[in-house]
Every structure is written in C-alpha cells, then in structure tokens.
C-alpha cells in the first residue's frame, strides 16, 4: 500500500512538472493510438513495412503495410477514415489526423513545411 501511494506521488510530482511538445504527442500518437500502434503495420517513420509473406492457393503473397509518409494530407485524412482491408479502424479527431500527418513528416525540408 505505501508502495502504490509512493507511485501515485511520484507520478504526479513528475506530471507537474512535465509538459510534452506537440511533437511528442504526435509521436505518441502514432506508436500507441487508441489501438494497435501505426508503426507496428506502417514502419517507424511511415515509410512502409512488409508484415508477413504466405502462401494463397499455391502461390506467395504479401501483406504489406503500404508507406504513408509520401501521400498528400487530403489522401491521408480520407484513406483514414475509410473502411480498410487488413488495417484497424481508429475513429481519430481532425486533430489527430493532423498531428500524425505532421509526425510523419517532421523530418521534411523546411521549405515544404510551409503552408
Ligand atoms: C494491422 C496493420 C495496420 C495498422 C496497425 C495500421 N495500418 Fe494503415 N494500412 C494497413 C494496410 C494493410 C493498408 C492498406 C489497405 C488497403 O490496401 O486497402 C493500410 C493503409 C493505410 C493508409 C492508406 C495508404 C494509401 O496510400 O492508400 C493510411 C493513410 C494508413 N494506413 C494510415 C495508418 C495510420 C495513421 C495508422 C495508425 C493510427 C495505421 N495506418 C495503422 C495496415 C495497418
């Protein structure tokens, strides 16, 4: 019991005095919404991931997790909200769609930035 209040106290000093960065959010975001983390099909940086090769009726296959760091922020928002095959649907806010968005190209050229 003191165990536990001594991490309730812990974690709330700790709180207090953090503050996160949208920057941060958005990488929480992407590697733990509410559900399976988008990394785990996407790739840490949304450059694509092959996730699993079988066999289908005698011939290989590929279930790949297409890169979603290269598609325009219209495609992003609209294929996110879409019924997909093979991927979880995740009910996000316009918010976080952004913050994603914006998480997998935080390491573009500047100059592409703005806008
Ligand atoms: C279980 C694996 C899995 C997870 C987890 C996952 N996806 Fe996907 N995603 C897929 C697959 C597979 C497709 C391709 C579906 C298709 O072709 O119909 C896809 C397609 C997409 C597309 C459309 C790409 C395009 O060019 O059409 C976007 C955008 C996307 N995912 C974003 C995300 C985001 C953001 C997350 C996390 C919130 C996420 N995905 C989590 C498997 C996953």
Redesign the pocket.
């Known amino acids: 019991m003191k165990y536990i209040l001594f991490l309730i106290l812990a974690n709330s000093l700790f709180c207090e005095s953090t503050f996160i960065t949208p920057m941060e959010y958005a990488s929480s975001l992407?590697k733990n919404?509410r559900?399976?983390?988008?990394q785990?099909?996407?790739g840490e940086n949304g450059e694509g991931l092959l996730?699993a090769k079988y066999i289908h009726k005698g011939k290989e296959k590929e279930?790949?997790?297409?890169q979603?760091n290269n598609?325009s922020f219209e495609?992003?928002a609209n294929?996110?909200s879409k019924r997909?095959?093979?991927?979880?649907r995740?009910f996000?806010t316009d918010s976080e769609v952004q913050a994603?968005y914006r998480y997998l190209h935080r390491n573009d050229k500047k100059s592409e930035k703005k806008n």
């Open positions: 992407y919404p559900g399976i983390g988008c785990k099909c996407h996730i279930f790949i997790g297409p979603i598609i495609k992003f294929e996110l997909k095959r093979g991927m979880p995740y996000l994603l």
